[in-house]
């Protein structure tokens, strides 16, 4: 039994009620089966659900509607993308975003990316994790939701490959600077930067990204990379 599962599965998400657009809806039925991976209980190496399975994996957790996703596998076609997402509209979008494009280094799992890194995801497998914007859980009673906490972040540190990274991108500032905490922490990664890190110039910005400008709140970086 994992370290985090003592404490019953926290959900880092709650249903959203599932509004989809018909477009979605079609995308999601149609390319389903030529895009998307169900969640296996035992490892599963990730290279092997792509074309190019000499490519590295970079796993993103919480894609939303993969704007961000897609936009960086089509500048990096020799990476391979696996998104992991709960939110069935954003999977409908992204599998929209992926025929258009024809994009062959995306893969999707729909499912919650905790399960995905806890039982299918071997060690030192990925060459990265990306966690835009993930939900900040402001009130103290909900911060045990967080992706970022110490349990997991010794797990995503597993299942990085020796100097793979760890990129979250946040406009919470008090959940990035807990982060920078819980991460500093974490043994088996070390931050590349002093402090946090100048924003990354091949990561386009999202409606998230948008929103927490609009309100005036700075977009916080933090980059750490597996030690060894
Ligand atoms: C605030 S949104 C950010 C979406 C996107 N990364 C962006 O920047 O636009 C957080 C997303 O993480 C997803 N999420 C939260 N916990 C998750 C989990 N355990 N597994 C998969 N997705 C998750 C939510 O459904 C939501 O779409």
């Known amino acids: 039994m994992s370290e985090y599962r003592d404490r019953d599965h926290i959900k880092s998400y709650v249903k959203r009620a599932t509004r989809m657009s018909e477009h979605q809806r079609q995308s999601y039925e149609r390319l389903y089966g030529a895009y998307c991976i169900e969640r296996t209980s035992s490892p599963v190496d990730p290279a092997s659900f792509f074309e190019h399975q ?135 990664l070390r931050n590349r930067y002093d402090g946090f890190a100048p924003p990354q110039p091949w990561r386009p910005p999202t409606a998230f990204e948008r929103k927490g400008l609009r309100a005036d709140r700075p977009i916080l970086e933090l980059y750490y990379v597996r030690s060894g």
């Open 54 to 188: 000499q490519s590295p994996v970079v796993l993103e957790i919480g894609f939303g509607m993969g704007h961000a996703t897609a936009e960086v596998a089509a500048a990096t076609p020799r990476v391979n993308y696996l998104g992991v997402e709960v939110y069935k509209p954003g999977v409908g979008k992204l599998l929209s975003r992926i025929d258009d494009r024809g994009l062959d280094n995306v893969r999707i799992i729909h499912d919650d990316a905790i399960l995905v890194l806890e039982q299918m995801i071997p060690d030192e497998s990925l060459a990265g994790i990306h966690l835009f914007f993930p939900d900040p859980w402001p009130k103290k009673r909900h911060h045990k939701r967080r992706i970022v906490r110490p349990a997991l972040t010794r797990l995503m540190a597993r299942r990085l490959e020796p100097n793979g990274y760890l990129y979250m991108v946040t406009d919470w500032r008090e959940y990035a600077l807990a982060a920078m905490e819980v991460l500093d922490a974490t043994e088996a």
